[in-house]
């Protein structure tokens, strides 16, 4: 593709893979309203041996005696720049949503005697570390899962998963009634010199998923599990019923040259790789251990794959359904040839994103500066309805990139999407600098395309999103360089969505979250006048007039940050006591001397977590809870920082991989100290 007067040439990405390409080329067009570019309408293979044939010849072309992960070629030069997509990608956090199907993000639901993970949508639950029925506490913490009798608490049971001698690691979890389904990664590489002196060496990477079913009814024990091809997306869960998405990648046995001269050598062997390829090197596969017996396979048939109808690609991305009060099974899959990284569902769909991130960025040479194609956003939705294998609907894209999985929001029959058209790809400023902008693109499905049908822009020109909140008809846009306009917006009318309000305060909201009909929370960063963040802020919004936002009041951490800007299962609001618990680290010495710090002392090194009161239109200190304390088990304490926080009835649960303090909801005093211990 032409960049300026110098070429950029990627040789083929495994990882990153150009899924897709025929929408995220160079000179890639967002489609006019109601149309949908007919490149990302998918199709199905008529057979094995027709998936096999259009795989290998979609992927011929970015054979690279890297394999799939090649070179970059500038002005005739070649650097060698292996580009291996096989290390796993950070899991998708985000903000949350909240509502439901139909609204979301609609009203606050009342509150329940315990509270629940911070999800997207309202009885659509996420993966997270801590999971609770408010009678017992399941942690996945550090690896290893714990059951904590809330009443007596206590520990009441342990199964380490993890296992880092084998390269296997497991932190997510979701619960239904007695059974837990542990999700879990690995990355096992292994080089094999070949007898050639030519410099050449093959490598083996293995790279997957690991399911873990638990009977928690006694001692927890494993019912069975499924290691899978390929790394863990993300997951939805309604009622019983979870949708796991893994993305794969082909099982080819490429050659790399690693002494100059090798490159014809390793090309040539890394061509025959891909024409000797069989469909079962394409398919992801599994392995299940249920009970005594062990069995292998493809994860999904041909027939259940869909592909675009102009593309190249080669990773994979396949949906599992899992039933955690059955034991697993391999079937119930589909698949699309695509990539993707941000997963969003309701009760009914679920959608698969892909803004192409992992594209080259742009290559400052000195004298010129030039930039890759604008950025894509491709979106493929599914129907999750029924309990049996998700069903392809509809695909479509809009232009920029996303945040997280809460820039999208379906709200009756609309898809709302915010993106950002950054620095490097958005429209020319008049002195020919790129000039970053976002806008909200309005989505419906007609047929097997989602189709434009409204879009609003030129939100924060030279910024980029930072937080995104939909609340039924309302849509809350956060943008940031050196202030932070908080933008509502209007999108009660799909076809004419617009903006209403604008609020420019210095720093940034990062996360957005309703307390009330028309209150909002923002967690983010203070920033000075120049766009330099001086620590962690909580602020009040009042949001009752959408055209006349306004800030009520923050709460200032100096020097401090949280986990909960930029993953919201690290918050916790308690609408019972009007509480907002965040875990935070920062600077002791920074703190105001009034502070907390002078009530209860914290080691600095660890953080805390630190609970406020909304009080009226006021953020009001409760205090700090910390968990840096030794523990008479071992000279080594496990790490003492807060990860999540949970409400049980009159008992504030706060976790780290050092153990579970017990506090008072109302004044914080302690209850009782629950270690971890190996």
């Not at 690609?313 to 039933?323: K, R, Y």
């Amino acid at each position: 593709m032409q960049i300026g007067w110098r070429t950029f040439v990627v040789a083929g990405l495994a990882g990153s893979t150009l899924a897709l390409s025929g929408c995220t080329g160079t000179g890639a067009v967002q489609p006019q309203l109601g149309q949908v570019a007919t490149a990302l309408q998918l199709v199905r293979y008529d057979s094995c041996d027709d998936a096999l044939e259009q795989l290998k010849g979609a992927a011929a072309e970015f054979v690279s005696p890297y394999g799939f992960g090649g070179t970059v070629t500038l002005e005739g030069d070649a650097v060698a720049m292996p580009l291996n997509g096989t290390a796993a990608e950070a899991r998708s956090a985000g903000a949350v949503g909240g509502g439901d199907d139909a609204a979301s993000g609609g009203a606050v639901p009342a509150a329940p005697d315990h509270s629940t993970t911070n999800t997207h949508e309202a009885g659509v639950d996420e993966p997270d570390l801590v999971k609770t029925d408010g009678q017992r506490i399941v942690s996945v913490v550090d690896g290893t899962l714990r059951v904590l009798d809330v009443e007596k608490k206590q520990v009441t049971g342990t199964l380490r998963l993890s296992d880092s001698a084998a390269g296997w690691y497991a932190d997510q979890l979701l619960l239904s009634g007695d059974r837990a389904l542990i999700l879990g990664y690995g990355n096992l590489d292994s080089w094999r010199n070949t007898s050639e002196p030519t410099g050449i060496a093959e490598l083996s990477v293995v790279e997957g998923s690991r399911l873990v079913l638990v009977d928690l009814s006694g001692d927890p024990r494993i019912v069975s599990e499924l290691d899978l091809d390929g790394s863990y997306v993300d997951a939805r869960q309604v009622d019983s019923l979870a949708r796991i998405v893994v993305r794969s990648w082909p099982r080819l046995a490429w050659t790399y040259p690693f002494e100059p001269g090798g490159e014809d050598e390793a090309l040539a062997a890394n061509r025959e790789v891909l024409a000797q390829s069989t469909i079962e090197d394409w398919l992801p596969r599994y392995m299940l251990s249920d009970g005594g017996d062990r069995s292998q396979g493809t994860l999904v048939d041909c027939a259940d794959v869909s592909h675009p109808q102009v593309y190249s690609g080669t990773s994979m991305l396949t949906v599992l359904t899992v039933d955690l009060t059955e034991a697993l099974r391999p079937d119930r899959s589909v698949a699309v040839v695509a990539d993707g990284q941000t997963v969003y569902g309701t009760g009914s769909s679920l959608y698969i994103a892909d803004d192409g991130s992992a594209f080259p960025m742009p290559v400052d040479m000195g004298a010129a500066t030039f930039r890759a194609a604008e950025p894509t956003t491709e979106i493929h939705k599914f129907d999750v309805s029924g309990s049996g294998k998700p069903r392809y609907l509809a695909s479509g894209s809009v232009d920029g990139r996303l945040l997280n999985q809460y820039s999208l929001s379906e709200y009756d029959g609309y898809l709302r999407v915010a993106t950002t058209l950054d620095s490097w790809s958005g429209p020319a400023s008049p002195g020919g600098a790129a000039q970053s902008e976002s806008r909200v693109t309005v989505l419906t499905q007609r047929g097997d395309g989602l189709q434009h049908v409204g879009s609003v822009g030129g939100l924060g020109k030279g910024e980029q999103i930072y937080a995104v909140r939909f609340i039924g008809t309302v849509g809350y846009v956060v943008t940031f360089r050196q202030v932070d306009p908080l933008y509502t917006l209007d999108l009660s009318n799909p076809r004419s969505p617009r903006v209403v309000g604008e609020l420019k305060i210095p720093g940034y909201s990062s996360y957005l979250h309703p307390v009330g009909a028309d209150r909002l929370i923002g967690i983010g960063q203070d920033a000075d006048a120049n766009g330099m963040v001086r620590g962690s802020q909580v602020s009040l919004f009042d949001v009752g007039d959408s055209a006349s936002p306004a800030r009520l009041d923050t709460f200032l951490m100096p020097g401090g940050w949280s986990d909960a800007e930029h993953d919201p299962h690290a918050f916790l609001y308690w609408p019972d006591e009007e509480l907002v618990v965040i875990p935070v680290w920062w600077d002791g010495s920074a703190w105001p001397e009034a502070g907390p710090t002078a009530a209860k002392p914290f080691v600095s090194y660890a953080g805390g977590a630190v609970v406020l009161r909304i009080d009226g239109d006021s953020l009001a200190e409760v205090g700090v809870l910390s968990h840096g304390r030794a523990t008479a088990e071992s000279d080594y304490p496990a790490d003492p920082t807060i990860r999540r926080s949970l409400v049980t009835g009159d008992t504030l649960w706060t976790l780290s991989a050092s153990g579970a303090l017990a506090s008072d909801v109302d004044d914080l005093d302690d209850q009782a100290w629950v270690p971890f211990t190996a």
